[in-house]
């Protein structure tokens, strides 16, 4: 019998080690125990997902294209936007746009921002290809590109004084590879500047990490306002899903998490991030969390919402 571990299965399945183990639980895949190690049968686990390979449930002629933003800083933004775009990334092509000036999104994927010849500065300023500025991320399965950034993007707007349309800058670079990714993710930065609104008025879905302070939440109140300027270009843009970040066993923590549930209902995503060291380890070593912690309590709530913002 071929016993392969969780993270090959969901390598081999396409989808999150969450989905596998909720299928073990769920008594429509079996398990074997060796020492420590959960293992399943790799004949079994393609049976159980062989329909869902053959059949995926979407096409890739119009992606998801999804903002993360929030105009407070610190808030678990980018960590966010590298989690996602690497769990999609297994089943799924997945494009990656680091839409910040300080370029932690291109560090957090193991670049230098500094040392790279084409950004998304050039993409948008100078009209290169936003082909010719992507860099490969990871080995495969992992189908995952990036377009870095650096300092280099917080003096644009400066410089692209005078262009015609510049709040769909982005939107117009995009469209030579909509066909080729399913799922866009861009790293917004911390406020509400042109870039910012670039981002709006290309996405189809808007992600708000919020971590548990009444600052994190007033950020994003201003950018709901934005927002609804923006539907004036974008008027498909729905209302933001809320991510909760950063979340604690404290009276405080729950506090903020209950009123926000509260406040906004069915806007917060059902899942949420606890806060880890795991993180911050991950940021020094320039590695995407669920790569260098793949079994980290955060690396699994990212994995619970994915397959939320999969069948969502």
Not at 127 to 145: C, K, N, Q, T, Y
Not at 199 to 211: F, N, R, Y
Request: hydrophobic residues 40%; glycine residues 6%; aromatic residues 4%.
């Amino acid at each position: 019998m071929n016993l392969i571990g969780l993270q090959d299965a969901s390598i081999a399945a396409g989808v999150s080690t969450t989905t596998i183990r909720n299928y073990i639980k769920d008594q429509k895949l079996k398990s074997y125990q060796k020492g420590n190690r959960l293992l399943v049968s790799k004949d079994e686990l393609i049976s159980v997902f062989a329909p869902k390979l053959r059949n995926p449930s979407h096409s890739t002629d119009r992606p998801r294209i999804m903002a993360i933003a929030n105009q407070k800083g610190g808030v678990g933004k980018t960590t966010t936007a590298v989690a996602l775009a690497t769990l999609l990334a297994v089943q799924d092509p997945v494009l990656a746009l680091d839409c910040d000036p300080q370029g932690n999104m291109t560090q957090a994927f193991g670049f230098d921002p500094d040392a790279q010849e084409k950004t998304l500065y050039n993409v948008l300023l100078e009209e290169e290809s936003i082909e010719s500025a992507m860099l490969r991320v990871g080995p495969p399965p992992f189908d995952l590109h990036l377009v870095p950034s650096n300092l280099d993007l917080a003096d644009i707007w400066r410089r692209a004084a005078g262009k015609v349309g510049l709040e769909t800058l982005l939107r117009n670079a995009l469209q030579p590879v909509l066909s080729r990714f399913r799922y866009i993710i861009m790293d917004c930065p911390p406020s509400l500047d042109p870039t910012t609104i670039n981002c709006l008025v290309v996405a189809t879905e808007v992600i708000v990490p919020v971590d548990m302070s009444l600052f994190s939440v007033r950020g994003m109140i201003k950018l709901n306002a934005t927002m609804q300027e923006v539907r004036k270009v974008n008027p498909d843009l729905p209302a933001p899903k809320i991510l909760a970040c950063r979340t604690e066993h404290t009276t405080v923590s729950q506090s903020m998490e209950s009123g926000l549930r509260e406040k906004f209902g069915g806007d917060v995503l059902s899942s949420s991030i606890p806060k880890s060291k795991d993180v911050q380890a991950s940021q020094s070593a320039c590695k995407p969390l669920p790569l260098y912690a793949p079994r980290s309590k955060a690396t699994l709530a990212y994995e619970a919402v994915v397959e939320e913002l999969r069948h969502g």
